[in-house]
Structures are given as structure tokens and as C-alpha cells.
């Protein structure tokens, strides 16, 4: 239900369009396609993703002779899951950390005010309620209330925080929380990193330093990089995603903010664009407001 209600607004509007656009109407037609395409578009599932769909309910259409406007919302449902699927976007049930000797580690990356230190909390507050012992790293040295924030979920949530306050070497940072993490026994370590994508070159040269100090202490660290991208931004979500992947190699998503937003497909279009999996979705403010993603509830939800 916590699903249903984060994508509330995203179903709301893409239905009250689409229910508009058949309106009168028995049989999906080109006109009714054509306004599908405007309907998605505006959901931001992205330009090119959209015709995607498009395509495959045209050769439906083709393949059946006939699609009624009643049935459309199923066609779609099974559409959109099977490009989904072609994007190897998970179906997760819940969070999953591989069982190792060494700690897991994810390391975090997006640009400020996209809710990654929110998506921290609420990862490192999930790991913890499955038993797993969590240590975060203050690695965003460069904003002061990056640190204070992440501090703040850290004793909310009852996880280890290292930190050396602000304009501390990031690196240095994550060298200690891993040596830490391996002092500890540490099942995951979450690392939180600034992202100032204006600056490209230092970005790109921070990341990779992080990287490379990490591996002095678990060779094969960051098991994740975890991109955090604001579903409410829509084409902004997209922009960024483009220039982090420029930046590093990103292999699994968050997109968060998907409750107060009728941009609900940015998160069918990412996938399908960038390759990368979905692995988590923020519909909400609070701890219990992260969702391990699942193709077939997604599309259940939004199309039901
Ligand atoms: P950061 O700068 O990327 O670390 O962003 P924060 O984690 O501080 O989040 C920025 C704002 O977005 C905060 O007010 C969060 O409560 C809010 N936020 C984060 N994730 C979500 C979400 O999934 N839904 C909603 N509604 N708000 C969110």
C-alpha cells in the first residue's frame, strides 16, 4: 500500500488523461495512440522510451487485429513490464547485501537536495531491521550540513557514523569507515559522497580517489555505486543521470520523491535509457518510506 500511495499522483493524472482520451471511444486507434504519446511524455517517461511502448502495443494491435480502449490498461501493464524487463530491472522483495566475508559497500553518489542522505537513513534503518550491522560514512565533506544531517539520521536510525566534519578529505573519510567496518565486522558500509556536477573533473577525480582508497582496505569495494535521482525533477532527473554516468560507473538507481509527483514515469524511462537497474524507490519522508523496487508491483500499481 505504501507503494499505491507514493504513486497516488502519477496515477491519478496519467488516468484522468487517458480515461479523457478514450472517452466515446471502443477500439485503440491512432488518435487514441497519439494521445497516449502526449499522456506518457507528460508522465516523463522521456521521449524515446515513449515511442518504445508505442511500437509494441502498435504491433499488438497488428498481431490481435483488434485492442479495445477497455483493455488498453492491461496492454499497457504487460508492455511496459516486458521493456522492464529487457532493462533487467529487479524484482526485488526486499533489500538484498550478499552474504561475504568482507563488508559491503555502497557508495552514494547524486547531486544536493535529491534526498541521498534520506535514502541512507532509510537503507541503513532497512539493513538494521533485517539484522544487519550498518556503518555510515560522512564522505560529503563539503557542505557543513551534509555531515550534520547524515549525523542526525545516524543517531535516529542507531548506526555507527564516521566523520571528520567538513572540508575533510573525502577519501580519508571512506578509509576510515571501511577500517572501521573491518574492525567492527560490519555487515554494509554506506558512504555518502557530494556531488558537484558543475565541476565535472573534480567530481569525476573525487570519486575515483575514494574508490581507490577504499580498495586499500576491501579490494573489490564499492560493491554498489548507488545513484540517487529526484523523481520530481523529471528531465533533470535524466540530465543527471547522464552526467554521473559520464563521471563513474553507476550499477544500481534510487529515485526518490515519487509521492509528491505526477512524474511517476521518469522511473520506466531512467531504466530504459541508462540500463541501469532501479533497485529502490522514496515514496515518502520517513524510515519506512523506501521501497526495494519490483517491476510487476510497479506496473500493477500504476496501471491497475
Ligand atoms: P540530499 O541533499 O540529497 O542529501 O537531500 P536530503 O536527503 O536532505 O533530502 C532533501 C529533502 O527531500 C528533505 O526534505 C527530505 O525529507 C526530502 N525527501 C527525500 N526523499 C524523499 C521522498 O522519497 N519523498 C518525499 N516526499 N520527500 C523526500
Redesign the pocket.
Known amino acids: 500500500e505504501v507503494l499505491d500511495k507514493g504513486l497516488d499522483k502519477t496515477k491519478q493524472t496519467f488516468f484522468s488523461k487517458l480515461s479523457k482520451a478514450v472517452v466515446g471511444k471502443s477500439k485503440v486507434d491512432d488518435e487514441v495512440l497519439d494521445s497516449l504519446e502526449e499522456i506518457l511524455v507528460t508522465s516523463d517517461v522521456g521521449v524515446d522510451t515513449t515511442l518504445r511502448i508505442i511500437e509494441k502495443i502498435e504491433a499488438r494491435i497488428a498481431r490481435d487485429k483488434y485492442v479495445s480502449t477497455s483493455e488498453l490498461n492491461q496492454v499497457l501493464r504487460e508492455e511496459v513490464a516486458s521493456l522492464l524487463e529487457e532493462n533487467n530491472t529487479g524484482d526485488y522483495k526486499e533489500i538484498e547485501i550478499p552474504q561475504q566475508e568482507e563488508p559491503y559497500v555502497i557508495m552514494v553518489v547524486?547531486?544536493?537536495?535529491?534526498?541521498?542522505?534520506?535514502?541512507i537513513?532509510k537503507l541503513a534503518y532497512q539493513l538494521k531491521k533485517q539484522g544487519k550491522s550498518v556503518i555510515l560514512g560522512a564522505s560529503d565533506t563539503f557542505r557543513a550540513a551534509?555531515v550534520d544531517?547524515l549525523k542526525i539520521w545516524a543517531k535516529r536510525v542507531d548506526v555507527p557514523i564516521v566523520e571528520q566534519g567538513m572540508n575533510a578529505d573525502p577519501a580519508s573519510v571512506a578509509f576510515d569507515t571501511l577500517q572501521s567496518a573491518k574492525a567492527k565486522g560490519s555487515d554494509v558500509v554506506i558512504i555518502?559522497t557530494a556531488g558537484r556536477l558543475h565541476n565535472k573533473v573534480n567530481l569525476m577525480n573525487e570519486l575515483s580517489k575514494i574508490k581507490r582508497v577504499m580498495q586499500k582496505v576491501v579490494p573489490d569495494a564499492p560493491h554498489e555505486i548507488l545513484l540517487?535521482l529526484d523523481g520530481s525533477t523529471g528531465q533533470n532527473a535524466y540530465e543527471q543521470a547522464k552526467q554521473f554516468s559520464l563521471a563513474t560507473e553507476i550499477n544500481a538507481l534510487a529515485i526518490?520523491?515519487?509521492?509528491?509527483t505526477a512524474k511517476g514515469g521518469v522511473v520506466i524511462g531512467i531504466s530504459d535509457q541508462f540500463k541501469i537497474p532501479v533497485k529502490y524507490i522514496?515514496?515518502?519522508?520517513g524510515m519506512e518510506?523506501?521501497q526495494v523496487f519490483n517491476k510487476y508491483e510497479f506496473v500493477d500499481s500504476l496501471f491497475k
Open positions: 547524486g547531486v544536493n537536495g535529491v534526498g541521498k542522505t534520506t535514502t537513513g551534509a544531517q555518502d540517487v526518490t520523491k515519487l509521492d509528491g522514496g515514496v515518502g519522508e518510506d523506501l
